[in-house]
């Protein structure tokens, strides 16, 4: 048995046993003093100290975790000490449904870098911000905050409400406005209000997902499918969003939210949100249901399409190429045009010609689409008119990006149909061109058979034609041949 003469002796023993990494737990640390002997109560100050290091150096992101400040979080990833109660060991491998990750990207955080590289001081204050203050609205609401590769937050929660709470807490931070009363946000204002300018902010979260694994280092770094799927969700808001702020949850977020405020409502916070549903988006082979979360009061104009949005999930879901789809497609726009406050803007058109636009020019589009497709049963045209339609709505500064994202996925696929339609309907109008055209038309559709920009005037015509036979029932034959190749996600990240 050793033994020491004083405490000073078995504490650098201590750590020099945890630096060499022979000491990494606490439980290997009580093992190893055990048969020691030391004068007074030095072993104890040995344990707590050590016990300090092994965190320090071990516990990386979760280095300030303990049961006081953080007790969700404690009963979920740590192995509590039967022995000393406010001490334990992290469980480095994890498979609980109750833990959450919020990752935040500041926009606009580079060029505020390198607008101040000449003025240091600033910059540091900005890295203590970051550091410190950022830390301490996390731990507000229970939850672990990191900063991670300069512009990056990481926060991680024992429950959906938590959260959440804490990532809308930052954001209305950095914005410098108030989304929800906070009894924390006058005094954190304060502290960035004299060097900081308004920051919006990208975040995504996941969590809430049953059985599915979360590993920590032993360098007390996270790694695993939560962590890919936050940072997926929020290259999503970025993407959707590149300016201003969103946030991008999975449906599992959401779930437990709703769960958990049954049982814990936070009124003033709670009522202030509202989730508008995005659909899916997948990535290497794993598809993720995701909402965007609205809890400013000026963005609340989404909700007023939300049920078309809805309808055109559900048609998607239910492979309705036929038709719904691309109704269900026009009304989502319909729908959108119409909460955006009155603009007029010219546009330049890929055949060069300017157009001014208009919140009713866009809906005399629509109808004109609409048109085409349900009483001409033009199809090639339908397309045609939703490609510029397209084309004019993602030149509109203010138009929802998730039903241009959802347009523009959507026309990819009906273009897979189009080129053998077009085939096998080109040689039904060569058959029956005596019955859909006038003589004369006849001779002059031979005629300029060579000259296909004349030649569309008349196609148009023939097509559009209620004589036209069978178009309806081969447009429907053709969607079914192409089915498998019409399968609807939106994809994120590398393929």
């Known amino acids: 048995m050793t033994v020491y003469q004083n405490g000073d002796s078995l504490i650098v023993e201590v750590f020099d046993k945890i630096l060499s990494r022979e000491i990494t737990t606490f439980a290997s640390l009580l093992e190893w003093l055990g048969p020691l002997k030391a004068p007074g109560n030095s072993r104890n100050i040995a344990l707590s100290k050590g016990y300090n290091l092994i965190k320090k150096l071990y516990w990386g992101v979760f280095k300030d ?74 731990k507000t609401y229970g939850c672990i905050g990191n900063r991670e590769r300069g512009d990056e937050i990481l926060l991680v929660a024992g429950s959906a409400l938590d959260a959440l709470q804490a990532t809308c807490e930052i954001i209305q931070v950095f914005a410098k406005e108030i989304f929800f009363s906070s009894k924390y946000i006058e005094k954190f204002k304060t502290e960035i209000n004299n060097f900081l300018p308004k920051f919006n902010i990208s975040a995504g979260i996941s969590g809430g ?60 916070f709670t009522s202030s949100l509202a989730f508008l549903d995005n659909g899916q988006i997948t990535f290497k082979g794993t598809s993720i249901a995701n909402l965007e979360v609205i809890f400013k009061q000026k963005n609340k104009f989404k909700l007023n399409y939300e049920s078309a949005l809805a309808e055109l999930l559900t048609s998607l879901k239910r492979n309705s190429w036929k038709d719904r789809i691309l109704m269900d497609l026009l009304q989502l726009i319909s729908k959108v045009n119409k909460t955006l406050p009155s603009f007029s803007l010219k546009v330049i058109l890929p055949s060069l010609n300017d157009k001014t636009v208009t919140n009713d020019i866009i809906r005399q589009k629509i109808n004109v689409i609409k048109n085409l497709f349900t009483i001409h049963e033009d199809y090639i045209g339908t397309l045609e008119r939703l490609q510029e339609l397209i084309y004019i709505l993602k030149k509109i500064p203010d138009f929802e990006p998730l039903a241009i994202e959802y347009a523009t996925e959507i026309i990819k696929r009906y273009e897979i149909v189009i080129p053998d339609f077009k085939h096998d309907l080109d040689k039904i109008i060569e058959e029956n061109k005596s019955i859909l055209l006038s003589p004369d038309e006849v001779k002059v559709y031979d005629y300029l058979i060579k000259n296909q920009k004349a030649l569309t005037v008349l196609i148009n015509k023939t097509r559009r034609s209620p004589n036209l036979p069978k178009k309806r029932m081969l447009w429907h034959t053709h969607i079914e041949m192409k089915k498998n190749q019409l399968d609807f996600s939106l994809f994120s990240g590398k393929q």
């Open 65 to 138: 975790l303990n049961p006081k400040d953080y007790p969700i979080l404690w009963n979920q990833i740590a192995i509590q000490n039967t022995r000393y109660r406010t001490a334990g060991d992290l469980k480095r491998s994890l498979s609980i449904s109750n833990i959450f990750i919020s990752l935040l990207d500041i926009h606009g955080y580079t060029a505020f870098c390198r607008q101040s590289k000449k003025n240091i001081s600033k910059l540091h204050e900005l890295d203590e911000f970051l550091s410190t203050s950022i830390k301490n609205i996390a």
């Open 209 to 268: 997902n049953l059985n599915t694994p979360m590993i920590i280092t032993q360098k007390g770094e996270i790694s695993g499918f939560l962590l890919n799927v936050a940072a997926r969700l929020q290259s999503r808001a970025n993407k959707l969003s590149p300016k201003a702020t969103k946030v991008i949850i999975a449906k599992t977020v959401q779930t437990s939210f709703e769960r958990e405020v049954k049982k814990n409502h936070s009124p003033d």
